[in-house]
């Protein structure tokens, strides 16, 4: 079993940034042994692939909504992964959540993950 905590979300204006952490915890975790990703869900829609670390920290993947405003990486010795988020837009207000699988690389879809933190509120105010 893996336990998965974001923190980092708060209220921005347009054009800043924030970076996002998701810890991971468990009994005999070994850290590398999984991929990762973040998810975003806003109000009245459906849960989005953000991006996707693969087990050593690359590669990585991206929603075109975001290709070259965010950076995903990861710490496997801290068992964190971050999610620099720059020049944010209004669009970018959602819960962020981060996931993570023992599966295979690159996934996209939300259903594919096993394991789902309980998500960080953005906001970006315009």
């Known amino acids: 079993q893996v336990q998965l905590v974001e923190s980092g979300g708060g209220l921005v204006q347009a054009g800043g940034s924030l970076r996002l952490s998701c810890v991971a915890s468990?009994?005999?975790?070994?850290?590398?042994?999984?991929?990762v990703a973040w998810f975003r869900q806003a109000p009245g829609k459906e849960r989005e692939f953000v991006s996707h670390v693969s087990w050593t920290g690359a590669p990585t993947y991206y929603a075109d909504s975001v290709k070259g405003r965010f950076t995903i990486s990861r710490e496997n010795a801290k068992n964190t992964v971050y999610l620099q988020m720059n020049t944010l837009k209004p669009d970018d207000t959602a819960v962020y959540y981060c996931?993570?699988?023992?599966?295979?690389?690159?996934?996209?879809?939300?259903?594919?993950?096993?394991?789902w933190g309980q998500g960080t509120q953005v906001t970006v105010s315009s």
């Open positions: 996931a993570a699988n023992q599966g295979a690389d690159g996934l996209r879809s939300s259903t594919q993950y096993n394991y």
């Open positions: 468990g009994r005999s975790l070994r850290f590398s042994d999984y991929v």
